[in-house]
């Protein structure tokens, strides 16, 4: 039985892209729950780009930022190792915003849900495509996009964790999937493991011009998690009333207020375009019905997951790094026990 | 029984500006209806600013521009003083897309709807606030910007057509209502005779700091007749899930190419905006509805009306072109008989 909690701390703002030096990590004893709480072993951890928003030096929510000495904000499965919340027992797996660390105490209000094991379903999985970077393409993708059978569906960062359920659902749901990736190695994985129709390499030369090549019928939605001059880029090659859920600006998240400007906003007129910003947040209601969808394709082999998974709480910070500079394939993971 | 009709035909594509040289007036004999058409005599041409797209010499809707010769297109309130269609009657009343001219023949198919001649609604006004200027403000407001009582709703081109019905409906179901004009005279009338609560002078100093002043809650929809660096600089002032009816760029009609970035686009995603591009037609079979209670308030003196009323066709480049520099308040209309 361990006795230490490991954490990893948020120490400073990075000036553009985070270093070693952004983060602490630290030994704590291992905390204890009072009447009403829980203690969690934790599994796995999610890195997610959201985290590089947190950590301010450029932008961020607005009063969500960490302070420094503050534990970094992160989601894990964890198993419940010792209770005195009757609604959580010993033994059970759940997945929650329980930071950067070996353990935590929880009274349940930060647990987003409990994970029914299933065979064919790996645990990790719960972290990604059947858990919140899944809901998020299926929210983004469904209610935002509203794809029909038939439309063209573009995602960029296709081979990210968000991205990868996005085209595979579009083909489930009956749409030509058409990826964007960096790269002809996470191209090939696009195509190849995750089924997409097409991928577009945004490192090589006339990203548009490759992305009409393969939509000889213009795109319907664009999943857009890059913002910036990809976004503009791609405006111009959308049919009318296409949709275009805005999930993120990858693009930008190290940009210290200079912003890349978006030329063709007035497109949005021409076209009668709907763009629409989200957080898994927003939907939050609906994730069992599409907790329950997810899971049931990757069980069937319908939905396929990637992971990269880093191996201990220390290489944390050496992941995240890696994961913001696009080395990771699929989602990102640490590994913790 | 006049033998003659008057047309104004689009002759070449201007460059930025129109001028008189892009239109020719012609005398052509009066024409005769066929079996199943029947002839207007037009009373009312409506100006608007998305003639200035189909000209040409910048940008215009895909595939949609005039040829030069072509009549030019507008829409026209009419009598109708023949017929050989059992659905037209001598002495109807129509409004339809009859464009530049004294007369016109119609097989019914360019008409968008008959007038109900009612007490207290002036014939011009179903060129304006109650026909396809008062339910653009309507479709628009409503179905895009869904506005909530107590919320705040913003618009620009607040003394136009468009932008006047959109402040007082707004007041109307329970908002406060912000107008963006240019000039004290203009914004005066937005607050004296439309009734907004505020309005806002873009060609005095600090657009962005007037608008926070007179909106200290934020702003919940933004009505976006403009584009360009005004949208630009209204996306700070939003509140999180305000939603942006598009539903014009007048910023941007003359520019040859050289549109204005929106540097700011990344907030669609922190904000979790909505922004939609539309046009009336997009929600033409919700006319009625709309046309009826645009109708009930003008009559009971709750939605008011105001026009700039240039007289006789030969008349209407000047009007339209002085339009497009914003001399016109309200409805820009041609008095034709």
Not at 92 to 100: A, K, M, N, Y
Not at 138 to 153: N, R
Not at 306 to 332: C, H, W, Y
Request: proline fraction near 5%; glycine fraction near 14%; charged fraction near 20%.
């Amino acid at each position: 039985m361990p006795t230490m909690n490991t954490q990893v701390l948020f120490r400073a703002a990075p000036a553009g892209m985070p270093t070693q030096d952004c983060f602490d990590i630290v030994e704590t004893p291992l905390p204890r729950p009072d009447d009403g709480q829980f203690l969690v072993e934790n599994l796995y951890l999610s890195l997610d780009p959201y985290m590089r928003m947190l950590m301010g030096g450029g932008w961020m929510f607005r009063g969500g930022g960490l302070t420094p000495g503050q534990i970094m904000v992160g989601r894990t499965i964890g198993r419940v190792t010792k209770t005195q919340n009757e609604n959580f027992a010993e033994g059970d797996l759940i997945v929650g915003g329980l930071g950067w660390q070996t353990h935590a105490v929880s009274d349940g209000g930060n647990i987003d849900f409990r994970i029914t094991p299933r065979d064919n379903v790996p645990l990790s999985a719960y972290l990604g495509a059947c858990g919140n970077s899944g809901t998020t393409a299926w929210f983004g993708l469904k209610l935002i996009g509203a794809p029909k059978p038939g439309e063209t569906v573009l995602v960029s960062a296709a081979a990210g964790s968000v991205g990868s359920v996005v085209g595979q659902l579009a083909k489930v749901w009956g749409c030509r999937a058409i990826g964007i990736a960096g790269g002809d190695e996470k191209c090939a994985v696009v195509t190849g493991e995750f089924g997409f129709d097409a991928c577009c390499n945004y490192k090589a030369d006339d990203l548009a011009g490759q992305i009409a090549a393969v939509a000889p019928n213009g795109v319907d939605v664009y999943f857009d998690n890059v913002g910036g001059e990809m976004l503009d880029g791609i405006l111009p090659l959308l049919n009318n009333y296409a949709r275009v859920p805005v999930c993120g600006v990858l693009s930008q998240y190290n940009a210290d207020g200079d912003w890349q400007g978006v030329r063709n906003t007035r497109l949005i007129f021409d076209k009668r375009l709907r763009l629409q910003g989200f957080l898994q947040s927003d939907f939050a209601d609906r994730g069992d019905v599409a907790r329950a969808e997810l899971a049931n394709l990757v069980g069937s082999g319908k939905l396929r997951v990637r992971e990269t998974v880093a191996e201990g709480l220390a290489n944390a910070p050496s992941a995240f790094i890696d994961m913001l500079n696009g080395a990771n394939m699929g989602k990102q993971l640490v590994k913790l026990r």
